[in-house]
């Protein structure tokens, strides 16, 4: 079991050394373990592929359970083991909402080095020696998930972090939800961004228009752009919503506080993420929105939420 090898071994060698194994029990349909050590593979490699399932070893000979791709193998071996690590009940002791974050700055899905325990540290090099883990530009003690991978990550190693966490903690339950939100969130906003600017196209300036949620987190709005080509200064603050099928979404105190001061040149960008991908859709556009949204009846407005305090 892959609890016990996380005990016993503190690495569990290079992955060309596991990309050898496979190939090698997959050419000869029955390898002696001996056979490897003559080669200095270390035994470490052995036991991991054969704990995630990718080996049996019988009569003494590694056999390689089904036939994989050489361009596969790579990223098999990464499935098995967070398969392993949800089946034995460790995958959020590895990853949590402690170390996995979605950075805005980058638009990808980051994991903080520090927080992981070191019990996985052979792993953790594993990954990154793969290309799986790959070390950040600026903070030290960041890894990244490459984009070719981060689709497969959210949609499935998410939700059984998000699992494996409520499994012993149901109080944890909003993690998948925030990574997610987080990441349509940027999606939307960066889909704005190339609107607005292609909008402006003929702006001298158009370069200027810029994500100021990256920058200030209280600002009450997401961009900063131009309300026409002869406007020499950003006075276009624009607040983006994305949503599913019929237009809806959650408007903060602070960004409403915001929309009252702006006024006029506060929008309210509402994205549909069934169609932001068509060439020539246009979001939902609501200028003034304190006025517009709260002053038609075409919108459902609720009061969701209180503020508590205990006074002393």
């Not at 909008?199 to 158009?206: A, G, L, S, Y």
Request: with cysteine; glycine share 4%; net charge neutral.
């Amino acid at each position: 079991m892959i609890e016990n090898l996380l005990r016993q071994y503190d690495n569990f060698g290079r992955p060309e050394q596991l990309f050898e194994i496979v190939r090698l029990t997959g050419q000869a349909g029955g390898v002696p373990p001996s056979d490897f050590m003559r080669f200095q593979i270390p035994k470490s490699a052995i036991d991991l592929l054969v704990s995630i399932s990718i080996l049996d070893i019988t009569d003494n000979c590694l056999r390689l359970r089904s036939h994989l791709a050489e361009n596969k193998t790579p990223q098999t071996i990464i499935e098995k083991v967070f398969e392993s690590l949800k089946k034995v009940n460790l995958l959020h002791n590895f990853l949590n909402d402690g170390n996995v974050f979605y950075d805005r700055s980058f638009s990808r899905i980051s994991i903080r080095n520090d927080k992981i325990p070191l019990q996985f540290s052979a792993l953790r090099n594993l990954f990154v020696d793969m290309g799986f883990f790959v070390r950040g530009e600026v903070v030290k003690f960041e890894f990244y998930i490459p984009p070719e991978h981060q689709n497969w990550f959210l949609s499935k190693v998410i939700p059984d972090i998000e699992a494996s966490q409520l499994s012993n903690n149901p109080s944890q339950g909003l993690f998948d939800q925030r990574i997610r939100k987080e990441k349509l969130g940027r999606e939307a906003e960066e889909f704005v961004l190339n609107f607005e600017r292609r909008v402006r196209i003929k702006h001298p300036k158009t370069e200027n228009i810029q994500i100021i949620s990256d920058i200030d987190t209280r600002a009450g709005y997401d961009i900063r752009s131009y309300s026409s080509d002869s406007a020499l200064l950003l006075d276009k603050f624009i607040e983006v919503k994305s949503y599913y099928k019929s237009p809806y979404f959650y408007w903060s105190n602070n960004e409403v506080r915001v929309a009252k001061e702006k006024g006029a040149k506060y929008f309210l960008y509402l994205v549909d993420r069934n169609r932001m991908h068509e060439n020539a859709y246009r979001p939902l556009q609501i200028a003034n929105p304190v006025e517009t949204v709260f002053g038609d009846s075409v919108w459902d407005v609720r009061n969701d939420g209180y503020f508590v305090r205990k006074d002393d």
